[in-house]
């Protein structure tokens, strides 16, 4: 089973690749028994959303993680990728603004990539 760590790792090498924009991990362990670690990122279109998502699930696919949940579609601007320990969060660049998760979650650990 892969650590949180790992996950965010391999999360992240991939959202780099599909050259996301503005990625960064929000250590939320501590405040919420929801996950260990919040991973957001945004895309600069619908099409970069897609791109995203197909990227993140593919990468963590074959590392052996397993996709729990996931909510929203790429038309809202927003998907949620629930793998238990992590939380990956795909926005749009609106919708990111819209929901502030960072400011709502700003006593959170922040690791900007």
């Not at 965010?8 to 501590?30: E, T």
């Not at 963590?60 to 601007?77: D, I, M």
């Not at 238990?84 to 922040?110: K, N, P, Q």
């Amino acid at each position: 089973m892969l650590e949180s760590k790992e996950m965010i790792d391999i999360a992240v090498a991939a959202m780099q690749d599909k050259k996301g924009m503005d990625i960064l991990s929000l250590h939320i362990g501590p405040l919420s028994p929801i996950c260990d670690d919040f991973l957001i990122v945004s895309g600069g279109s619908r099409s970069q959303v897609d791109a995203l998502i197909d990227g993140v699930e593919e990468a963590l696919g074959r590392a052996g993680a397993e996709l729990k949940a996931r909510e929203g579609t790429p038309e809202s601007g927003w998907i949620l990728l629930d793998y238990s320990d992590i939380v990956i969060h795909i926005f749009t660049v609106e919708m990111r603004e819209f929901y502030g998760l960072e400011h709502t979650w700003r006593d959170a650990e922040c690791v900007r990539y």
